[in-house]
């Protein structure tokens, strides 16, 4: 493809050898690869680099860290050999230790993480938060990017209005879309297609099984697939 696809591949894999090849089948398509915490506990940085190795792909490491500062700010010393563009931060962790993490991965786009998409509203009502998810996602935000965060994960819902609020030097990166024409089911609770979320200020959408599910007909099935959502996007 003459252009990459504001997509971020999202590798659920306890396999290595199946996310390398998942990797290899979307590079050159894709923008990023996410690699998250099941990931990263089973396989560690020597993983994160074979990843790296096989793919052209910027790194999302999806750590979403939350504990004290110093804590945070010595995990995320842990991955700085990993060279990651995002590492991910619950931004309800706070000012202090957002900025914990930015300060000791200065070249990194620190990823402040709002409201997890797998959450209702029922569900943010029943931990506690003062405000719906929208207002919640906003005011978390606002802390990520107070502390230093160059990059935030929302509900493609919440994209306008944390937009109009973070301006828009800030990337947002959004889970919970589904294409179209995807049949696949999972955790998601608030959704909206690729398109829409791009359309409402989205810079990056996270995919997952509406792509990596069409491995089990071969890699080329898989590119092909990829590439039909990219077409979605881009078109």
């Known amino acids: 493809m003459d252009n990459l696809a504001p997509i971020v591949l999202a590798i659920d894999t306890p396999d290595l050898s199946i996310a390398k090849e998942w990797v290899k089948a979307t590079d050159g398509v894709i923008s990023v690869v996410k690699l998250g915490l099941e990931f990263y506990l089973t396989f560690g940085n020597d993983g ?4 790296a190795d096989q793919c052209s792909s910027d790194i999302f490491l999806d750590l979403k860290l939350h504990d004290i500062p110093h804590t945070v700010s010595g995990a995320a010393l842990a991955v700085a050999s990993l060279r990651p563009k995002f590492l991910t931060v619950h931004a309800s962790g706070g ?3 957002v900025q914990a993490a930015t300060q000791a991965l200065p070249g990194v786009q620190v990823t402040g993480v709002t409201v997890l ?15 719906h998810a929208l207002d919640s996602a906003v005011g978390l935000a606002k802390v990520a990017v107070a502390g230093g965060a160059r990059a935030i994960v929302c509900s493609p819902l919440e994209i306008l209005a944390i937009r109009a609020v973070v301006g828009d030097s800030v990337t947002i990166i959004t889970p919970g879309v589904r294409p179209a024409d995807s049949s696949a089911s999972d955790d998601q609770a608030r959704t909206m297609t690729p398109r829409e979320a791009i359309d409402r200020g ?27 959502i990219a077409q979605q996007i881009l078109h």
Do not use: H, W
């Not at 998409?117 to 405000?131: A, C, Y």
């Not at 995919?207 to 099935?221: E, F, K, L, N, V």
């Open 48 to 51: 994160v680099r074979q990843i």
């Open 95 to 97: 000012v202090a230790m």
């Open 117 to 131: 998409t797998s959450l209702s509203e029922q569900d943010v009502k029943d931990i506690g938060f003062k405000s």
């Open 202 to 228: 989205a810079n990056f959408v996270v995919i997952g099984r509406p792509i990596t599910s069409a491995y089990a007909q071969g890699a080329q099935a898989m590119r092909e697939r990829a590439i039909e």
